[in-house]
Structure formats: structure tokens, C-alpha cells
């Protein structure tokens, strides 16, 4: 099992960014998949959460209405697009799996199975 996420970049402070993860090794579409990120000298935070029906969720409040996750099953894709970016959402930006499905509510409480290498989003002010 693999994760590769991409899309990170530079971007100033109001823009968008879409990150990519794709899942390959799987034989199966009913696992949960998370974003998560990192910044500098802070831990690991929660980002957003999707499942194989499409069932989510979003971390911090301040996520709520700027960031929206979504999956294509077919390509095995999951994509984080952020919006209205601001400095303080810079971080390396990871997607995880949870080979349980019905655990994309508790990404926070149960660790994920598998991790990607992160991609690194950089917002200037």
C-alpha cells in the first residue's frame, strides 16, 4: 500500500491550492482517507476526513467553508481544495488512510494505518 500526495506549492495569502493523495496497493474502495498537516515547531494537526460513500469531515473551524474534500473512487483519488489561504495554513500536508472505513469521524482519536510523504504548501503574506 502507497500513498503519494501532491500539489503543494507557493501560493499567497487569499489563493487556492488542490492537493492530490492517491491510494494504489488497495484491492478495495471502502477505506477511510484523512488529511492531516504539519507546520514547524507545532504538532501534527487534523485537516479533513472522506470515506468510500463520501461521508466527511472537517477539522478546526477555521477549516469550515475554506477547505472541502472529496474522492474519486474510479481513480482512487481523494483531493483537498483550500481556499482563501492564509499564512498560518502553511505546513506539510499529509493523507493517511484508515483501512476501516467507518473510522473517518475518529482520525483524531484512532491512528491511521498508512501515511503518505507529505507535500509542502507555502503561503506568502
Known amino acids: 500500500v502507497q500513498l503519494q500526495a501532491s500539489g503543494g506549492g507557493l501560493v499567497q495569502a487569499g489563493g487556492s491550492l488542490r492537493l492530490s493523495c492517491v491510494a494504489s496497493?488497495?484491492?478495495?474502495?471502502?477505506?477511510?482517507v484523512g488529511w492531516f498537516r504539519q507546520a514547524p515547531g507545532k504538532e501534527r494537526e487534523f485537516v479533513a476526513a472522506?470515506?468510500?460513500?463520501?461521508?466527511?469531515?472537517v477539522g478546526a473551524d477555521s477549516e469550515k467553508g475554506r477547505f472541502a474534500i472529496s474522492r474519486d473512487n474510479a481513480k482512487k483519488m481523494v483531493y483537498l481544495d483550500m481556499n482563501r489561504l492564509k499564512p498560518e495554513d502553511a505546513a506539510v500536508y499529509y493523507c493517511?488512510?484508515?483501512?476501516?472505513?467507518?473510522?473517518?469521524?475518529?482520525?483524531?482519536?484512532?491512528?491511521?494505518?498508512?501515511w503518505g510523504q507529505g507535500t509542502q504548501v507555502t503561503v506568502s503574506s
Open positions: 493517511s488512510v484508515h483501512s476501516n472505513d467507518g473510522c473517518y469521524p475518529y482520525f483524531t482519536i484512532y491512528d491511521p494505518d498508512y
Open positions: 496497493g488497495f484491492t478495495r474502495n471502502n477505506y477511510a
Open positions: 472522506i470515506n468510500w460513500s463520501g461521508g466527511r469531515t
